[in-house]
């Protein structure tokens, strides 16, 4: 069973930085996209960033310019940098990797999330 395990929240003060990390119980490799996806009290959960093996990024647009997503194959990690953060950003934060299967369906694995507070 694939498992991701979600650090480096906390929280921050407006305009500071965290890095999330993802860390995989198998070889990210093997998945076809991993992301990042956050949910604030009462929203829907939303993509915020995602990388797929191919190495095609996309990001939500409230975050472009501001956070970067990376892979450490060696370390089967995924991060996440966040930069100047705003109390918007305040929400739970989600590993997610998905990984195709043989009948063209998609399997997702999720961590369990870390908390992320921006306060002014």
């Known amino acids: 069973q694939v498992q991701l395990v979600e650090s480096g929240g906390g929280s921050v003060q407006v305009g500071g930085s965290l890095r999330l990390s993802c860390a995989a119980s198998t070889r990210i490799f093997s998945f076809d996209a991993m992301g990042w996806y956050r949910q604030a009290p009462g929203k829907q959960r939303e993509l915020v960033a995602r990388i797929t093996r191919g190495r095609s990024v996309n990001y939500a647009d409230s975050v472009k310019d501001r956070f970067t997503i990376s892979t450490e194959y060696a370390k089967n990690t995924v991060y996440l940098q966040m930069n100047s953060l705003k109390p918007e950003d305040s929400a739970v934060y989600y590993c997610?990797?998905?990984?195709?299967?043989?009948?063209?369906?998609?399997?997702?694995?999720w961590g369990q999330g870390t908390q992320v507070t921006v306060s002014s």
């Open positions: 997610r990797a998905e990984q195709k299967t043989a009948n063209s369906g998609t399997v997702d694995y």
